[in-house]
């Protein structure tokens, strides 16, 4: 009878031993998902990222090209509405000044811009011709000495209107507006070089002068062209702006 409990007893100390052993070989007891959280993820899509398409990891070297594209194209617009022709008749030319010599003679510039409107009133194109200008550096009044030409070339005085204070563009179109409103015109040709003549025109077309054309001097190539183009682009914005 004891040898019968000892062999129980012992065998049951060898299930007790190889119970712990596979135990320990197991591993600890998985803990159960937390299913909650997992049906609460559940709820909203997984944010994957996303990569951008190939041609906008590029660099952007096609815009200096594109900006120099847009402004040669302006550029070349400005110029070509500068040389079109002008919409005659008209009720009255503007020359605008521009510089006179120490001696009393207007620059070559400013002699073709008088050139062009004695052609144009000499055709019948204009009934009147506004000279405005500012005083220079040199001391003289450009449209004093735009009126002097005029006058020794065979204008009427009385066909030739003086604006002493047109130091600008836009003081020459609000003059110049001013004049025509109270002689009852409402057409204009603007005169200056080529490059000047489309911020002219919107000069006088934001005073309220819609019907304005443009008349270019006699073209002659100076080596100050390309400032003075520059230089026109840059104002035509500066008064389309403001």
């Known amino acids: 009878m004891d040898f019968s409990l000892a062999c129980i007893s012992v065998a049951a100390t060898r299930n007790e031993n190889s119970f712990r052993v596979r135990r320990l070989r197991a591993g600890p007891p998985s803990r159960p998902a937390n299913t909650s959280s997992r049906s609460e993820n559940s709820r909203y899509p997984a944010i994957v990222p996303q990569q951008l398409p190939q041609h906008l990891h590029r660099p952007t070297r096609w815009f200096p090209v594109a900006v120099l594209g847009l402004s040669l194209l302006h550029i070349g ?8 022709p002008p919409a005659l008749p008209a009720d009255v030319a503007i020359v ?35 000279v405005s200008g500012g005083r220079g550096v040199e001391g003289f009044e450009e449209a004093d000495a735009m009126r002097g030409v005029l006058i020794k070339a065979g204008i009427p005085p009385d066909k030739i209107i003086t604006d002493r204070t047109g130091n600008n563009t836009r003081l020459t179109a609000i003059h110049a507006a001013e004049i025509m409103k109270a002689n009852h015109w409402h057409s204009a040709v ?21 019907q304005v054309s443009g008349a270019a001097a006699e073209y002659r ?15 035509f914005y500066a008064y389309l702006l403001n």
């Open 77 to 84: 617009s400005l110029l070509a509405d500068g040389f079109y």
């Open 96 to 130: 605008l000044g521009s510089k006179v010599h120490p001696d009393g003679r207007p620059s070559s510039g400013l002699q073709r811009r008088l050139e062009r409107a004695l052609q144009i009133f000499r055709a019948s194109g204009v009934k009147a011709i506004i």
């Open 190 to 210: 603007a005169i200056s070089q080529y490059y000047h003549v489309p911020r002219a025109k919107l000069a006088l077309r934001q005073q309220g002068i819609q």
């Open 221 to 235: 190539f100076a080596w100050t062209d390309p400032i003075s183009i520059a230089r026109e682009c840059a104002g």
